[in-house]
């Protein structure tokens, strides 16, 4: 249904919930490199419980490539310094949900050559974020719910 990019994730239990709402979802998960774990990482498959045969992952060597794999797909970039919205939009199957690292989020030059594309979260002033597999499941399940939970039971 959607991508989910994650842009050099730090943490491993994070990544592996967030592997699990994609199989949950049927969304496909794209992890670009470089990871702050390894994909054997005993936390990573923990987290991830016995849904790993579900899951769609895709590795990249950089956003660059991802971007030249998928050149017509949507990309949205989930972050504290968007100046809209997530529900602001209807999102179309096949869009991509980009997310940064825990620790500092998206790359600074994504945001700015993509500024019309980076949403927010609203949260009340003085919180700096949200846990990042909460964030990703925000997204997904409100862009699934404006896709009537389509290809869902």
């Not at 959607?2 to 994730?9: D, G, R, S, T």
Request: some cysteine; proline content about 5%.
């Amino acid at each position: 249904m959607f991508n989910i990019a994650l842009v050099e994730p730090e943490i491993p239990q994070n990544t592996g919930n967030i592997a699990r709402l994609c199989a949950a979802t049927g969304c496909r998960l794209h992890l670009i490199e470089p990871l702050g774990f390894s994909l054997q990482d005993r936390r990573l498959k923990r987290a991830g419980l016995d849904y790993w045969h579900l899951v769609d992952v895709r590795i990249h060597d950089t956003f660059e490539e991802l971007k030249a794999e998928y050149p017509h797909a949507g990309y949205y970039y989930i972050t504290t310094k968007g100046k809209r919205y997530y529900t602001e939009f209807d999102f179309l199957p096949g869009d991509f949900f980009v997310f940064g690292a825990e620790t500092h989020g998206l790359p600074e030059e994504l945001l700015t050559a993509n500024g019309g594309s980076c949403l927010r979260i609203p949260m009340v002033a003085g919180a700096r974020c949200l846990n990042l597999s909460n964030s990703v499941a925000i997204v997904v399940y409100n862009a699934l719910h404006k896709q009537m939970f389509r290809g869902l039971s």
